[in-house]
């Protein structure tokens, strides 16, 4: 869902731009759309991102730790995401109920801003899920300390 929403950013964008150069009349508002849409692509592909254990990891201090060592360290990481996410997720529903509340909407297209914010917390949540999920394998030793496409790569 992600991709797809930038994708369609992308091709809203060229499109907009192709308009403003060919006959001087761009879309409407493509600004606040590609703000709000790039937003909702980044939260809707944080969980896959999360289940690939496809964040950067700056594992120059751990080459040498052992195995149980790395993982206890990646499960620690694991739940500080959970932290993080569910802060994020929360602090957006917040935002949302405050802005609906306040009637704010966007300059051009006058669309109420509360439904940009509400869309993020879905995935913020859903990514602290799994991160969670990760966390609990990683301590029981149900998960390897690698990702599998970090283990192909060493």
């Known amino acids: 869902m ?8 992308g ?11 060919l006959f001087n009349t761009p879309i ?8 709000v849409g790039i ?15 496809a964040n950067i990891l700056v594992d120059f201090f751990t080459q040498r730790c052992s195995g149980r060592a790395r993982q206890f360290l990646d499960g620690v990481g694991c739940w500080m995401l959970v ?30 801003m509360w439904w940009a914010y509400a869309s993020l917390a879905p995935g913020l949540a859903l990514a602290a899920l799994i991160a969670l999920t990760q966390g609990w394998r990683l ?16």
């Open 83 to 112: 932290l993080m996410y569910v802060l994020l997720a929360w602090r957006t529903g917040v935002g949302a109920v405050s802005v609906r509340q306040a009637g704010e909407t966007t300059m051009i297209l006058s669309v109420p």
């Open 139 to 154: 301590f029981s030793g149900a998960e390897p300390a690698e990702a599998p496409e970090q283990a192909a790569f060493r």
């Open 39 to 53: 937003a909702l692509a980044i939260s809707l592909c944080l969980p896959v991102c999360q289940l690939r254990r």
């Open 28 to 35: 409407p508002g493509d600004v606040e759309l590609t703000q």
């Open 11 to 21: 091709f809203m964008t060229t499109t907009s731009v192709v308009m403003r150069a």
């Open 2 to 9: 992600g991709a797809a929403v930038a994708l369609l950013v």
